[in-house]
Nanobody
Framework: QLRLVESGGALVQPGGSLRLSCAAP????????IGWFRQAPGKEREGVSY????????AYTDSVKGRFTISRDNDKNTVYLQMDSLEPEDTAVYFC?????????????????WGQGTLVTVSS
């Protein structure tokens, strides 16, 4: 299993932006599809976005389409989630996860390695 490390979570006002990063020290993230998931207080974890191993297949949950952008920089061994026009409903702990085979996103069962999460709070 990979050790994934998320960063970039913070307190931001509604309408603001954040960029989350997902890194895997010592491992090649480019060999894996990467999913972003989030868990809001009192709710189940849900899939937010996915990028395939080669970057050619990208998906978003409906509530973030047009606001969030997933990308990967293989030179930096990092996957990003750019979040714009943030809303209070985006408040959650955000996790990145690596898939080992065909993607199961937005389902979690195909993602074997997970980070510890980074907290995003959208509030005025």
């Amino acid at each position: 299993q990979l050790r994934l490390v998320e960063s970039g979570g913070a307190l931001v006002q509604p309408g603001g932006s954040l960029r989350l990063s997902c890194a895997a020290p010592g491992f090649r993230l480019e060999d894996h599809g990467i999913g972003w998931f989030r868990q809001a207080p009192g709710k189940e974890r849900e899939g937010v976005s996915y990028i395939s191993m080669g970057g050619g297949n990208i998906a978003y949950t409906d509530s973030v389409k047009g606001r969030f952008t997933i990308s990967r920089d293989n030179d930096k061994n990092t996957v990003y989630l750019q979040m714009d026009s943030l809303e209070p409903e985006d408040t959650a702990v955000y996790f990145c996860a690596a898939s080992e085979g065909p993607s199961s996103w937005p389902e979690e069962w195909g993602f074997a390695s997970w980070g510890q999460g980074t907290l995003v709070t959208v509030s005025s």
